[in-house]
DNA sequence: TCTTGATTATCTATCAGAAGATAGATAAAA
DNA sequence: TTTTATCTATCTTCTGATAGATAATCAAGA
């Protein structure tokens, strides 16, 4: 069943975002999803397929969050704080699967990273679109989007240390204040 | 001799720098210093020590690295720009290695998360401090601190993905532009 | 409807290689 | 003669991966 193929999707995704690409193994994802890990193989012959299929779901769930997020808010503000609260949803214990993945892109394979690649252009570009439409601040909505994404991806990774929304919180008093 | 170890350190660095902590072996390790992996064993006995002193070495490193900012640079601008330098270093092909035991500090000890702690509590209130000696510009130098911190870690996260140096040059175009 | 054959989803069993780690020998140096 | 720095040899466990058996489901033709 398909069902079972969406088990360990999502529990691989969890796993990565926990302990990263090398963290995770056939056997304890078998184990967790009550099957053998020969039974893995079957849907995913080799472990970069299941990396790559793990990217694909998880950057098309975000595109489509970010999509969601336009519709229901319609002020740049608004659509800040939702994607705010994306990114924290991960915490406790979590990392972006992207940002983990961009940690350990040395040991992946072309097709993946070409995802990791469009996963931060597209989010770079939303966030430009958003930004555009703030009362201007000095700083160019490309650069400022450039500077917001990386300070998103690098927040929710200090802040996976201790746990704690510390750095997030900052990243979103500071977009506060660009109004 | 100190120097083995010392030469141990250095490729554990790097390679922690390149591929994550579990892409660190000790086999790999020792088959670059030209010894076997038992020997590896004799200057750290257990992995979690290699990772503990390699840290500890890292950051001790990079606060000498800003003190030195701090001699040689007497202007606010100055010393961010020779920061940026140091985060630059690191391209193509590595990571901040504190954002790498950041992305993978579930499978840290207290020991070494601890020294992880410091590195961005130390780092985030030298950058504070830098930005007091700026004109004011709307945010808090605390908060504008943690903003900026974020953001060298995510870029330089995202930056090694495709190794060039994109989201840290609009970092530091934002940066230039707060004066 | 019954039979047959393919497809799907799992299993058992096993492999080769890599991992961290330890015991104990050895030789040089202090 | 003790300490330092290395080696050989070995252990156990984990890893990704493969081969081949086994049911169960399902579609098609007689």
Redesign the interface.
Known sequence: MAQTKNHLKSIATRTIQ???V??LSFRDLAAEANIKSSSVHYYFPQKADLIYEVTKEYTDAFFQALHKIDQLSKHSVERLDALLDLYKKNLP?R?CLC??L??????LDNKT?DL??RF?VKTQKWLREVIEDLPSN??TP???S??????????L??D???GKE??LT??Q??IR?LV
Chains 1, 2 share one sequence.
Do not use: C, H, I
């Open positions: 926990e302990k990263g090398n963290g214990g990392f940002g983990m961009a940690a350990e892109s040395n040991q990273k990791l690649s931060f000095g700083a490309a650069g400022l450039s500077v917001l994404l990386s300070s998103l991806e690098g927040a990774l200090m996976g240390v201790k510390k750095y900052e990243v008093k500071f204040g």
